[in-house]
C-alpha cells in the first residue's frame, strides 16, 4: 500500500474529513487531497505530525512493503479490558452530542412544567380569571403533564440510542490506534465551548434569585401577579441554566469516558459500581418525596429545592458509603 492509500485510510478511521486532517496539520485541504492523490508527498516534518497524530511508525508511512500491526495486550489486567476501535469512539461521540441536546431539552421541560399552573392559581387568587380555580388548575395540570410525558420520551430515547456504550462507564477500555488522539484533539476543541456554557448556565442558576429580590423592592410582603410572574421568571432562568450546564457536561463526559479520566478511571468505576444499588434507592426515595410535597402543597414554586439539596447530599452519602466499604475491606 502507497503512502496515498494509507493516508485514505488512517484519516478515514479516525473519522476525519480532510478539512479536519489539513486544519490539524497546518496545511491547506487541497494539499490533503494532493497526497491522497498521490499528485505530492507530505515533507517529513508532515509524516512525523502524521505519525503521531494517527498513532503509527513513520516507517509504515513511507515503506510500501510495512504492513500495519495492532499493539500486542499485555498483562492480565490490560487482557480484561474491552477494545475501542475508531469507528466505535467516533459513533459514541456522535450519540453523546445528540443525547447531550435532548437530555438537556427534557430537563428544562421538567423545570418549566409547573410555570403555566403557578401562573393560573395565582391569577386566579387575585381575581383575574374568569376561570374557576378547578379549571386553573386543571389546564395547569394537563400542560405539566404533557411537558413531562414529552420529557421522559426524550429520557427514554436517549437511554436507549446510547445503552449499546454503557460499557464505557461500567468496564475497563482499552482505546487503539489513534482513538486517543482523536478525543483529546475534539476535546481540546470543545474546551472553550465547554466553559462558555458552563459559565453562563452557572450565572444564570446564582442570578434566578434576583426576580424573587425585585418583587421584594417593588411589592414588599404584598402578593400581587408581578411577584407570581418573578417565580416564573426563576424557574425560567433556572430552566436555561440548567439546559446549559446538562449540555456542556454531557459532551465533557463523553470525552473523559473514552479516556478513562476523571469520574471514569477505573477506580471510579468500581467504586460506582458498589453505589449503583445505593443510588437507586436514594434518588426513588427523593423522587416520591419531592411529588409528594409538591402535590400535597401545590407549592412548585418552592418543592424544586429539593433538587439541588438532594444533589448535594448525594455527594455526601457515596462519600459515607465509600468510607464504610474500605473499612470492612
Not at 447531550?100 to 392559581?121: D, F, K, M, Q, Y
Not at 488522539?181 to 458552563?198: A, I, W, Y
Not at 419531592?290 to 438532594?310: C, E, H, N, Q
Request: hydrophobic share 50%.
Amino acid at each position: 500500500m502507497i503512502l496515498a492509500d494509507k493516508i485514505i485510510e488512517l484519516r478515514k478511521k479516525n473519522g476525519w474529513s480532510q478539512e479536519e486532517l489539513a486544519e490539524q496539520l497546518g496545511v491547506s485541504r487541497q494539499s490533503i487531497s494532493k497526497w491522497e492523490g498521490a499528485q505530492s508527498v507530505p515533507d517529513m516534518a508532515r509524516i512525523i505530525r502524521l505519525s503521531e497524530l494517527f498513532g503509527v511508525s513513520t516507517d509504515y508511512l513511507l515503506k510500501d512493503n510495512i504492513e500495519r500491526t495492532e499493539p500486542a495486550i499485555e498483562g492480565a489486567v490490560e487482557a480484561l479490558a474491552r477494545p475501542v476501535s475508531m469507528e466505535e469512539a467516533s459513533e459514541f461521540l456522535q450519540v453523546r452530542d445528540l443525547n447531550s441536546r435532548r437530555t438537556a431539552l427534557g430537563v428544562l421541560l421538567c423545570i418549566l412544567s409547573p410555570v403555566l399552573l403557578i401562573l393560573l392559581g395565582g391569577a386566579h387568587d387575585l381575581g383575574l380569571l374568569a376561570l374557576s380555580e378547578a379549571q386553573a388548575a386543571g389546564i395547569g395540570l394537563v400542560v405539566m403533564m404533557l411537558m413531562i410525558a414529552s420529557a421522559v420520551a426524550l429520557f427514554i430515547t436517549c437511554n436507549q440510542r446510547a445503552s449499546r456504550f454503557e460499557y464505557l462507564e461500567q468496564e475497563d477500555i482499552e482505546t487503539l490506534y489513534g482513538v486517543d488522539g482523536m478525543v483529546r484533539d475534539r476535546q481540546e476543541k470543545f474546551r472553550p465551548v465547554h466553559t462558555s456554557l458552563l459559565t453562563v448556565g452557572v450565572v444564570l442558576c446564582v442570578l434566578a434569585v434576583l426576580p424573587l429580590f425585585f418583587s421584594l423592592i417593588v411589592n414588599g410582603d404584598k402578593e400581587t401577579f408581578v411577584s407570581i410572574v418573578c417565580v416564573g421568571l426563576l424557574l425560567v432562568l433556572i430552566a436555561l441554566g440548567v439546559l446549559l450546564i446538562v449540555r456542556s457536561s454531557m459532551v465533557w463526559d463523553g470525552f473523559k469516558m473514552l479516556l478513562e479520566e476523571g469520574d471514569y478511571s477505573r477506580e471510579s468505576k468500581a467504586a460506582r459500581k458498589r453505589s449503583d444499588p445505593l443510588s437507586g434507592i436514594y434518588w426513588g426515595l427523593v423522587t416520591a418525596g419531592y411529588l409528594a410535597w409538591s402535590f400535597i402543597t401545590m407549592d412548585w414554586g418552592r418543592t424544586w429545592i429539593v433538587w439541588p439539596v438532594a444533589g448535594v447530599a448525594y455527594g455526601a452519602v457515596v462519600a459515607i458509603a465509600n468510607a464504610l466499604h474500605r473499612k470492612d475491606d
